[in-house]
């Protein structure tokens, strides 16, 4: 069994938005439950059986990830259960880092729970035992959370866990404290939670405490964000350790983890709890160590001193101390004795790895967020650098020796440059007796020996990299014997030799299965083959192949790496590692080449391109992908600066025009093997619509989504589709038609409640035998012969013949995390065919080929063990859809009326006991034979502006609405065309005749977003208001980026901001006028509400170099895209894009793959 390790570093605290609520049936007693088959409204744990008795239809949106078991400890939440904040998972296989503490309180906090839930008492041992689990981690903890309410645990989808860092801030739906890279593990295991205590008063000798008094001085605590995806770093924040090594030039010393190979900004606190900034000066291409600067003189209240760097004075048998970072709070003083010097360095998994160097092993229990630590010996110098531990329960740590470190400090304070040299070729520690099977000969093993006698060790050739110096001239199992004529066994030496060799060759001789063998081998720069610049375009982010990347995959360093996977190159695989290898025909094979291919590629332009995944360079991928140039115009290059330590931006070129589109033919395909030409032409009116939205508004959780709609008017190109699909207009829609044209879309109306959306294409571009369909003005009954057309998960028609099974009022579960648009006061229709549960996209239709019901995907809620987003399966009948199609046909944009209320189905038992007298009860049983029903009013929607007059409350039973008895949903569509309705109801069991006024349904969507520190904001949109009694702010967080401050200091999803440096933020307006002006860097006020009422104040401190302030206006008059985009930067107003930043505000990845309103990092 293989150690499993962890790296020492930390992420913070998230800030809880919401407590999870689950709907209940406000007047139904648990009799009731069961005796009423059409109640819906249901809590989120049970709504899947609920709405299964009901024969609903319901689906993950990736069925293909609810093969994760709830309890797998891979997707576990690392704060506890309170706090949920999970990190960006960089790499998509095998291993994953824990956090030492609270991971295993959590597992078996959430087993025993959702063992509750769904009474699997043996739930809790399902999957500690996946061997493919992380194994060695870099330590990483979260704070405690600072949480108003608990939320239930949340899980990863996605399984790639970042390695080194606890993620911060997070408050929805993730957790952070898997800050840890871990060694492959094989076998199966449960860690403790394991508490990192200060040592007691009197546990050292007096000599040892004046050391640490000492010690403790030069240790800070590191807080940082690493701004967006790169290399193997995902975008996230997180807290670490370092310690001060050059007092006068402010020098501090951390590991390679920490400053990450992308954009880093970050401070430092002194034990004092002084704050300075900090920032990388330099980041070793390949060993886990990195090198901040501060300004010293910015410490005002504390002598800086420097902790001398002895890496010689590490010997196996010393006693040492391990100061750092205890989980942000404090600092943990642990002790230990180094056991070994010798061992090889710990793999952390896809991510990350250090390699070329020995790692010194000891026994201290260090836990997150200590990365960075110094190791000390009793004199009060630093042998060593804390890296990384075992995560199994073993109290094993990993130190990285302090030559290399030493020799980069020197050279910056000499003001030499850091030369780094490397062969391409990885070399791995072994005893001699694997050396003697390898080829090792008696002969120089004595020779060995002699020179060397205390060693057991060799240098093998582990990986050899195609195309670098050493391919074709060293082979892997190689046993070294000399370089330049000398006898050398250890890493120390060899990197020596290397690094000052740079551009000159070197003599290596080996033994090769007993054979001698000598070779020349030119040394290359480490540096050439570690990117420092990366370029966005069309929404994602690519720079050139690392050599981290190379050798974990053994492939050649060269390629077009991409980084961060979002936009037009979000490819249908979510995984990371891919590189491209052409794009519209022409080769890519370096970044330099990509750039000027992508700058003459048109906007709105299609191309082939063609990629590989690192994992399987066998394999060659190929698809045509939508170039999206006009949300983000400018293609950005980002160059590291390590005199500033920010990446500098600059831009390479704008956006080509679009081509005019041209008019295409196609034909469609023939409907086989049905009985009905007219159902069979019915396959004329289905067009195949794919959304992208560029920016997440209104709590939606995906940023790509597509489905099958409707021509219900081929001369003007209309069609209809779920909301599920287009939940908003801040989007590019594409229309294929016939599986062969490809049209751009717009959105024409959105449907406040009835989960559907009217598109429009241009139908002069069509040269297509397109044909509107017909749709019903009857209601399709319950036990009516229908036919099903659907279109299922992978876009292909079935179809076959069947039976309305039921018809009755649903609603669908809301969503507890972050409020987003779900279908309220509907009927819904379902069918006796399994057909019906496999497709998203269909119509029920009529044998004379009338379309009597649209087959649509309604969105539910988030489910809490799968982490996943239910999608429902439904029916809605045609004639509600009528009046709006009607006016829209005629050029008419509809304007409609709401009540402001969410009704629920109750039957006569209920109604009688709640005051519905017997002659109103015989009424509804003669006008509804079906369905002896009436509505009760479980919640009202806030309206900003409610008219004046009566209005339903919660607990009321409507009876009439203007004459007519309610019996049914769609009996409600009168409210659609009525300023007031007379009505009839039942309150506190009295009959009472009101006048109901309606409410305008003119600003139930959003048209104005803000983009702030990494969060967007806007006016709580209509599905927040149907969830909450009152609005504390129309400054309302609807998501926020992954490595931002917002991300930081938890400023999460469903909060409102009420104030910004003490004065008042009601609107967005004041808001934006109150933050432009706060300076770049500096410390800000904001007070928020949560979505539960909670008041709280969090101070941030403002990024405009990689999160400049934007606004997003819609406006029809905006050619491209309908939406008008304004940058502030330094209290300007820059009407589009920006100097700063790279991309939209939030282009990121679904949030299944993170938490509810999270999205992936971008500068």
């Not at 836990?367 to 004199?379: A, E, L, Q, R, T």
């Not at 709580?1020 to 609807?1038: D, G, M, T």
Request: hydrophobic share 35%; proline share 6%.
């Amino acid at each position: 069994m293989r150690p499993v390790l962890f790296a020492r570093h930390r992420v913070p605290p998230p800030r809880l938005l919401r407590i999870p609520t689950s709907p209940s049936l406000t007047t139904t007693t648990t009799t009731a439950l069961t005796a009423l088959p059409l109640q819906t409204t249901l809590p989120s744990s049970s709504a899947l059986s609920r709405f299964h008795q009901l024969r609903l239809q319901s689906t993950s949106t990736s069925p293909q990830q609810q093969q994760q078991t709830f309890t797998s400890r891979h997707s576990l939440p690392v704060l506890n259960c309170s706090v949920h904040h999970q990190l960006p998972f960089h790499a998509s296989i095998t291993r994953t880092r824990k956090d030492t503490s609270t991971a295993s309180h959590i597992t078996s906090t959430a087993t025993r729970a959702f063992s509750q839930t769904t009474g699997n008492s043996n739930s809790s041992s399902s999957s500690y035992g996946d061997a493919s689990s992380y194994s060695a981690n870099m330590n990483g903890t979260s704070p405690v959370a600072r949480s108003k309410r608990k939320e239930p645990p949340q899980y990863s989808s996605d399984g790639r866990l970042a390695k080194h860092h606890r993620t911060n801030g997070d408050i929805d739906m993730s957790s952070a404290d898997a800050n840890t890279p871990t060694e492959d593990f094989d076998g199966h295991y449960e860690e403790e939670p394991r508490h990192v205590l200060p040592l007691a008063p009197g546990a050292d000798t007096a000599e040892w405490q004046a050391t640490i008094e000492n010690v403790v001085r030069n240790v800070v605590s590191i807080r940082f964000c690493q701004t967006c995806s790169f290399d193997t770093d995902p975008a996230l924040t997180s807290e670490a350790t370092g310690f001060v090594v050059d007092a006068e030039r402010g020098y501090i010393l951390t590991n390679r983890h920490v400053v990450g190979s992308g954009p880093f900004w970050g401070y430092c606190i002194f034990d004092n709890h002084e704050e300075v900034d900090a920032y990388p000066v330099y980041r070793d291409p390949v060993h886990d160590f990195g090198i901040l600067k501060f300004d010293p003189k910015a410490i005002k209240y504390m002598p800086v001193a420097a902790l001398p760097l002895r890496p010689d004075l590490a010997r196996v048998g010393i006693e040492i101390r391990v100061v750092g970072n205890d989980a942000g709070e404090k600092l943990s003083i642990l002790s230990g004795v180094i056991s070994r010097l010798d061992r090889n360095a710990p793999e952390y998994g896809d991510g990350y790895s250090d390699f070329n160097t020995c790692y010194y092993q000891a026994s201290a229990a260090a836990s997150g967020g200590s990365s960075g630590s110094p190791v000390v010996n009793k004199d009060g110098f630093a042998v060593a650098l804390q890296a990384g531990g075992r995560a199994d329960g073993a109290s094993t740590d990993y130190f990285l020796p302090l030559d290399r470190p030493l020799r980069a400090l020197k050279c910056l304070q000499e003001g030499k440059p850091i030369t780094r040299g490397d062969i391409q070729c990885q070399f791995v520690l072994k005893p001699f007796d694997e050396c003697r099977r390898l080829g090792l000969t008696p002969e120089w093993e004595a020779q060995v020996r002699k020179a060397f006698p205390k060693e057991t060790n060799m240098l093998v050739a582990e990986i050899i990299l195609p195309e670098g110096p050493s391919h074709k001239k060293l082979e892997e199992g190689d046993v070294l014997i000399k370089v330049n004529g000398k006898l050398l066994t250890q890493f120390i030496p060899l990197e020596e030799t290397l690094d000052s060799s740079v551009g000159q060759t070197v003599k290596l001789m080996l033994l090769r299965g007993g054979e001698e063998v000598e070779v020349e081998i030119e040394v290359g720069d480490l540096h050439q083959i570690t990117p420092d610049r990366f370029v966005s375009v069309s929404g994602g982010s690519f720079h050139n192949l690392s050599y981290q990347q190379a050798r974990l995959y053994g492939v050649a360093c060269k390629g077009v790496y991409v980084c961060e996977a979002g936009g037009s190159f979000r490819f249908d695989n979510n995984e990371n590692g891919w590189i491209i290898q052409s794009i519209d025909q022409k080769e890519t094979p370096d970044l330099d080449t990509f750039i000027e291919v992508m700058k003459g590629i048109p906007d709105k332009a299609r191309v082939v391109i063609t990629y590989k995944h690192l994992r399987d360079m066998h394999t060659l991928h190929t698809t045509v992908i939508y170039v999206d140039r006009h949300w983000a115009k400018k293609m950005k290059l980002a160059v590291r600066n390590d005199k500033t330590g920010l990446w500098d931006f600059s831009n390479l070129s704008d956006a080509l025009p679009a081509v005019a589109p041209v008019p295409r033919k196609a034909s469609f395909i023939q409907l086989e093997n049905t009985s009905h030409p007219a159902v069979a032409d019915l396959v004329k009116s289905f067009v195949h619509v794919s959304v992208t939205m560029p920016v997440k508004l209104d709590g939606f959780p995906k940023n790509r989504k597509w489905g099958m709609g409707l021509v219900i008017d081929a001369e003007k190109g209309l069609v209809i589709i779920s909301r599920a699909i287009v939940p908003y207009d801040l989007c590019d829609i594409t229309i294929t038609i016939a599986d062969s044209i490809v049209v751009e879309g717009k959105v024409v109306f959105l449907h406040p409640l009835q989960n559907y959306a009217v598109i429009q294409y241009d139908p002069k571009l069509v040269d297509a035998p397109v044909r509107s369909a017909k749709l019903s003005s009857e209601m399709i009954s319950q036990g009516a012969s229908t036919y099903f057309i659907g279109y299922n998960r992978i876009g292909r028609i079935v179809h076959t013949a069947t039976t309305v099974t039921e018809m009755f009022a649903v609603t669908i579960p809301a969503n507890s995390g972050a409020p987003r648009y779900r279908a309220v006061n509907v009927d819904a229709i379902t069918v006796d065919t399994n057909l019906s549960g496999q497709c998203g996209s269909g119509v029920l239709v009529a044998q004379d080929g009338t379309v009597q019901a649209l087959w649509l995907t309604y969105l539910g809620e988030r489910n809490p063990s799968s982490h996943r987003d239910e999608e429902y399966h439904l029916g809605l009948a045609t004639p509600t859809l009528l009046p709006v199609i009607s006016q829209l046909q005629q050029g008419i944009t509809p304007k409609l009326r709401l009540l402001s209320c969410e009704f629920r189905a109750i039957q006569m038992s209920q109604a009688r006991i709640m005051g519905v007298s017997e002659e109103w009860i015989q009424k509804v049983s003669l006008v509804n034979t079906a369905h002896h029903q009436l509505f009760l009013v479980t919640k009202r929607t806030y309206e900003r502006n409610e008219p004046a007059g009566d209005h339903l409350k919660e607990g009321d039973i409507l009876l009439t609405l203007n004459n007519q008895l309610i019996t049914k949903i769609s009996e409600l569509d009168v409210m659609y065309s009525h300023d007031y309705l007379d009505a009839v109801i039942v309150r506190n069991t009295k009959e009472l005749h009101i006048k109901l006024p309606t409410v305008a349904a003119d600003d139930a969507e959003t048209d104005h977003a803000i983009s702030f520190c990494g969060a967007i904001l806007h006016r709580p949109h209509l599905a927040v208001r149907q969830q909450i009694s009152k609005l504390f702010s129309e400054v309302y967080v609807s998501a926020r980026t992954r490595g931002s401050p917002a991300y930081q200091y938890g400023l999460a999803p469903t909060n409102f901001v009420t104030h910004v440096n003490g004065k008042r933020t009601p609107d967005l307006k004041s808001f934006l006028d109150a933050v432009v002006g706060i300076p770049d860097n500096t410390y800000f006020r904001l007070k928020c509400m949560t979505f539960d009422s909670v008041p709280w104040v969090v101070t941030m401190k403002k990024n405009e170099h990689y999160f400049p302030t934007t606004e997003l206006i819609k406006d029809p008059s905006e050619p491209l895209t309908g939406w008008r985009r304004i940058t502030y930067e330094g209290g300007k107003k820059i009407e589009g894009e920006g100097h700063e930043g790279v991309g939209v505000a939030v282009l990121g990845e679904d949030q299944g793959e993170g938490g509810e309103g999270d999205v992936d990092g971008c500068c």
